[in-house]
């Protein structure tokens, strides 16, 4: 069974421009998350979707959005990035908000140069 | 609100010995507390988790983690490491009760260097 796939694996992007980040979740898994984990850091929840609803949104600027599409997957977006946003954004899914076990995908490594 | 803390950043350890990877938290209220392991160029691989019943869980590759309320600690041990344990290891809580939304809070994280 295929995991959490997240495309891109890397990314290179200047200041101020656009970005795009994609996650698909593990088939039958309705809920998806968005962490950014800075280079020595633990990752830092940014968002969580369930049923192409946000159900949680954490503190991120509004040039963080995000949103998830009627067969679960989900994309982040990132605009007039900023050199601190260089990250591994990682995606993660299960079953349901409330179900403890989450599964995350290899992650996206944006740089912004 | 929640808070996790590892109290080393790096543990270097020679190959077969026994480790021990410190994690406290803080909430007000119930938590779930997990452990996940990140290899290089990897996304978290779920170790081990605490959600209820014994304080004492296992994962299968034997590293075992112990829930203690009343120093709101959850350590991580392996009584003999192995060099393909070398990784990063982060503690993570999420709360539980009608409150859970299933957002994990994160330490910053212990590099487990194991040496031959």
């Known amino acids: 069974d295929a995991g959490v796939t997240q495309s891109p694996t890397h990314l290179i992007k200047t200041r101020g421009q656009q970005v795009t980040l994609r996650c698909s979740p593990i088939?039958?898994?309705?809920?998806v998350s968005w962490y950014q984990q800075v280079l020595g850091q633990g990752p830092q929840f940014i968002f969580q979707?369930?049923?192409?609803?946000?159900?949680g949104r954490g503190n991120f600027p509004d040039r963080f959005s995000a949103r998830q599409f009627p067969n679960y997957s989900s994309e982040l977006n990132v605009n007039a990035l900023l050199l601190g946003d260089s990250a591994l954004y990682l995606c993660?899914?299960?079953?349901?908000?409330?179900?403890?076990?989450?599964?995350f995908g290899q992650g996206t490594r944006l740089t912004v140069v | 609100a929640q808070s996790v803390t590892q109290l080393d950043s790096q543990v270097p350890v020679f190959e077969e010995a026994p480790v021990e990877l410190r994690c406290n938290y803080s909430?007000?209220?119930?938590?779930?507390l997990f452990w996940y392991v990140q290899y290089p160029n990897q996304g978290l691989q779920l170790l081990l988790k605490?959600?209820?019943?014994?304080?004492l869980v296992e994962s299968i590759n034997g590293f075992e983690a112990e829930f203690n309320k009343s120093q709101t600690s959850f350590h991580l041990r392996k009584p003999s490491v192995h060099i393909s344990d070398t990784a990063e290891y982060f503690c993570?809580?999420?709360?539980?009760?009608?409150?859970?939304?299933?957002?994990?809070?994160f330490g910053q994280g212990t590099t487990l260097q194991v040496k031959p």
């Open positions: 993660a899914s299960s079953l349901s908000p409330s179900n403890t076990e989450a599964f």
């Open positions: 088939s039958g898994h309705k809920s």
């Open positions: 979707y369930y049923e192409k609803e946000e159900r």
């Open positions: 909430s007000s209220v119930s938590v779930y």
């Open positions: 605490y959600l209820s019943g014994s304080t």
């Open positions: 993570a809580v999420t709360s539980h009760g009608s409150g859970n939304t299933g957002k994990l809070i």
